[in-house]
């Protein structure tokens, strides 16, 4: 500060470290001091309209010497004045403050200038100690929030691996997603979640368009058609990088879609296919007006690590996505190879089309009501449709003989179980039938055939396509004699309950007997066509088994 300018001491309130400082020195020297605001005095102040108006006039030293007042605006060490009256002024300059310096005074009796310089410069050293002190607590308090944060993050990218992982892509499309996106929320300090899928259109640039808001996490922000519109408006910005904006609300194309203060947006993409996209709306924090850094500021904002946090589990959720869809693609593949190879047999044995479908209907049912779960009884299902595969290894001539086989006969069927396993044993994504498939002919009471398992020890798929087995052929018509009643094979099951069935198993068929029979009345039973036949099936004609 130039000494040709008029100095301004205006009398104030120190903060709490120069208060604790110059108390502490009071104590020592048995005196009060006074607390001072050093500034340029101003005679007016221009108001916005350009006219002056007259601004607050204090005396411009506060009744200290000028000379003394001077020498405290520029000071940095404590500055001692002796009077005429042999006191001494004593001042301590305390550093800048929002509006000018801080500085204390105060006057002593007769005493050793350096004694007083000695405490002065101690006080004010302990004052830039504590200040310090107090600078290394708050970015203390900060590096801790955000080694919290980074923790979070790396929890929630953790997470989200072990769903990737362990997840069942039968189970749906957005699965992982219902699961991770509330983590990612708290994460990222979002109070809504938006997931957007992309609808493909050859009118529109780009070829995609949005197309519905599937699931959304925290308070529905955004009416669907207004959230196609907002995608539709900012999604080509997001394709390249993620979009953020934090004073949206602030400007005019806030006023489109409003409740929406801050957002962040992204694509979700797998190479150049558009899947969706993954919008984060408002922070749950505000930044209050006193706000006094950057870094603090920055926590009530949307920024880098929050796109990137974003962006990087919109890439996982579609190659996520992207996967399920080839495991429907392969699972559906393997399903038609199965039902080749049912045709294939029905193909063998026309008099018994029909059966291994009817076998796996019921025994999905069955399993059902037992208590497996989707994904069981699917399983279920397919190893019944394949139960028979072995009969493939087995000669025409016994398929299809018309009247009742010899033992020899017989013994040319009995080996099937052991042939399809055969069959299944080098697919390994058909390993999960083999259980079914060999082991159907086995009897609880161990009586049965191929290993004679006994009890619990024949796998339950096995111990359930027994009984639908038992059922399908004992109603069905053949050559050689007409299906039996219904009351006979209900007495027949029930009686072999705990010989050649499982009870459960039993009890359960009982359960579900009016929709089994259901199943078996309303059975139509389809097979591969020839050309010729194509056009009739085209028309809305079942294909038949042959004749």
């Not at 007769?110 to 101690?122: C, F, G, I, K, T």
């Not at 497996?372 to 299809?400: I, N, T, W």
């Amino acid at each position: 500060m130039s000494t040709a300018d008029t100095i301004l001491l205006a009398p104030t309130e120190p903060n709490g470290e120069a208060q604790a400082t110059a108390a502490a020195l009071a104590a020592a020297l048995g005196v009060e001091f006074r607390y001072w605001e050093i500034g340029q005095p101003r005679s007016q102040v221009v108001a916005q309209d350009g006219q002056a108006s007259p601004a607050r006039q204090p005396a411009p030293t506060g009744g200290l010497p000028e000379e003394f007042a001077r020498r405290l605006a520029d000071a940095q060490d404590p500055v001692l004045v002796h009077r005429h009256d042999g006191q001494i002024l004593l001042g301590l300059p305390f550093g800048e403050t929002a509006t000018g310096r801080l500085a204390a005074t105060a006057v002593l009796r007769a005493a050793p200038d350096d004694v007083v310089q000695l405490l002065a410069r101690v006080v004010l050293d302990d004052l830039e100690l504590r200040r310090e002190l107090s600078r290394c607590r708050d970015d203390l308090d900060l590096c801790a929030a955000q080694i919290g944060n980074d923790f979070e993050e790396l929890t929630f990218l953790r997470t989200l691996a072990e769903h990737l992982d362990v997840s069942d892509p039968s189970h749906g499309t957005w699965h992982v997603a219902e699961m991770v996106l509330p983590l990612l929320s708290a994460v990222i300090r979002a109070e809504s979640l938006v997931l957007v899928t992309a609808r493909h259109d050859a009118q529109r640039a780009g070829g995609v368009v949005a197309d519905e808001p599937v699931l959304w996490v925290g308070p529905r922000r955004l009416e669907d058609d207004v959230c196609r519109r907002f995608i539709d408006q900012y999604g080509a910005e997001a394709s390249i990088q993620p979009v953020v904006r934090n004073h949206f609300d602030e400007g005019p194309e806030g006023l489109a879609f409003p409740g929406v203060r801050k957002f962040v947006l992204t694509s979700m993409a797998k190479g150049d296919l558009v899947i969706g996209w993954l919008a984060a709306i408002n922070h749950v924090h505000r930044a209050e007006p006193h706000q006094e850094s950057l870094w603090r500021l920055s926590q009530f904002e949307f920024g880098t690590v929050e796109a990137s946090l974003l962006s990087s589990v919109a890439s996982m959720l579609a190659t996520h996505v992207r996967n399920v869809e080839l495991f429907r693609e392969k699972e559906s593949i393997l399903v038609s190879v199965v039902r080749a190879m049912v045709s294939a047999i029905d193909a063998k044995d026309p008099y018994t089309c029909g059966h291994s479908e009817r076998v796996a209907l019921v025994a999905r049912r069955i399993g059902r009501e037992i208590g497996l779960d989707d994904e069981q009884c699917e399983q279920l299902y397919l190893s019944g449709l394949m139960h028979d595969l072995g009969k493939l290894g087995v000669p025409d001539a016994v398929l299809r003989k018309a009247g009742k086989l010899t033992d020899e006969e017989r013994d040319q069927i009995r080996p099937h179980p052991e042939q399809g396993w055969a069959i299944l044993q080098g697919v390994d994504q058909l390993s999960y039938l083999i259980p079914g498939v060999l082991h159907h002919h086995e009897r609880y009471d161990g009586k049965g055939y191929p290993d004679g398992l006994a009890g619990e020890r024949i796998p339950l798929p096995a111990r359930i396509l027994a009984v639908a087995d038992s059922y399908d052929a004992m109603v069905s018509d053949r050559p050689y004699r007409k299906g039996m009643p219904e009351r006979d094979v209900e007495r027949i099951l029930g009686e072999g309950a705990g010989t050649q069935w499982d009870p459960k198993v039993i009890e359960a068929f009982f359960r579900a007997l009016p929709d089994i029979r259901a199943i078996w009345e309303k059975y139509v039973p389809h097979a591969p066509m020839r050309r010729d036949a194509q056009r009739g099936a085209a028309d809305g004609a079942p294909g038949r088994c042959p004749p």
